[in-house]
């Protein structure tokens, strides 16, 4: 079923370093995830997606690791800058049309 | 290119009462997507119309209904509105039904139940 987040958890990283925000996801028949951040008053916006038949996806400052034995995804943010502050949120589909479950989210804080 | 819009951006409404969104989907899009955002939660699929037809349903009540108009704008509408109904409604557009195809989200609507 869908996760519900009662409560963010929050990670806390000084502007310069690596971030690295985990996920675990539930269905095992999911073939498609993606990260999502979203800022305040405003919608998700698309980060990086990749395939189940991956284990591996690079983007510009970001990378995506999938980990389908354990059901785990991350998300490796590069050089983190302010701007990086946000909730970021790990996202599952599977089935014939585009039903997205959401994870529970993560707050990014970027400490300048 | 347009992106996807909501409206209102910001709804009161009481305890019973009946409420209409509205999104306009992103230029050459056919497809909305509708979610629920409660305070510090994921957002929760809602429903999916593509050409004007649901196809696709999360676990909501029927009292939760939708459209889509043939420009694939589309209007979800909740009846006998409750405490638990308020929260963030996004919507997001896409072009096609695909797994893969990606989704715009709009900036959402803030709907407050009293």
């Known amino acids: 079923g869908e996760n519900v987040g009662l409560h963010l958890p929050t990670l806390s990283v000084q502007e310069g370093d690596n971030s690295i925000i985990n996920c675990a996801y539930s269905?095992?028949?999911?073939?498609?995830f993606i990260w999502y951040k979203q800022e305040s008053g405003k919608g998700p916006q698309f980060i990086i997606d990749?395939?189940?038949?991956?284990d591996k996806r690079q983007g510009q400052r970001v990378t995506v690791l999938l980990n389908k034995t354990v059901k785990h995804l991350s998300l490796q943010i590069a050089a983190t800058q302010p701007g990086d502050s946000a909730v970021y949120f790990c996202a599952e589909r599977s089935g014939g049309y585009q039903k997205v479950t959401f994870g529970t989210g993560t707050k990014l804080q970027v400490i300048p | 290119e347009t992106g996807v819009t909501q409206s209102p951006t910001h709804l009161i409404k009481t305890r019973g009462q009946q409420v209409t969104l509205r999104c306009s989907s992103q230029?050459?899009?056919?497809?909305v997507s509708w979610y629920q955002q409660a305070l510090g939660q994921g957002p929760q699929f809602i429903f999916q119309?593509?050409?004007?037809?649901?196809?696709g349903r999360g676990n909501f009540p029927p009292r939760f209904s939708g459209l889509q108009f043939p420009n694939y704008s589309s209007e979800l509408n909740v009846n006998a509105l409750e405490l638990d109904d308020s929260a963030l409604y996004l919507c997001a557009s896409s072009s096609g039904t695909r797994s893969e195809a990606e989704q715009f989200f709009g900036p959402g609507t803030r709907l407050t139940v009293l």
């Open positions: 990749i395939r189940s038949n991956m």
């Open positions: 119309y593509y050409r004007e037809e649901e196809n």
């Open positions: 269905n095992s028949a999911s073939d498609y």
């Open positions: 230029s050459g899009h056919n497809t």
